[in-house]
């Protein structure tokens, strides 16, 4: 079927941006690291940036489609 694009799972801005800073640190993102892909460990700067330049409503938006892995600024 030509024009048919299948998106599997979709991924979350928050694991989008995640993943871009690990890649731009050089780093695998899908290694493990504690049990856990690599990208996990950059969602606190993630959250960081997009708390700051979120509103709040936008922020609680962004933060709920996920993933539900909890940074220590997941709090604002």
Request: charge should be positive; proline fraction near 7%; glycine fraction near 4%.
């Amino acid at each position: 079927m030509q024009g048919l694009c299948i998106v599997r799972n979709p991924k979350s801005p928050r694991e989008r941006a995640a993943r871009a800073l690990c890649r731009l640190a050089l780093n695998p993102e899908n290694t493990m690291h504690e049990g856990k892909p690599l990208w996990l460990s950059y969602l606190e700067e993630v959250d960081t940036v997009l708390a700051a330049a979120l509103t709040t409503e936008e922020w609680k938006k962004v933060r709920a489609e996920g993933p539900e892995e909890k940074s220590r600024r997941a709090e604002f």
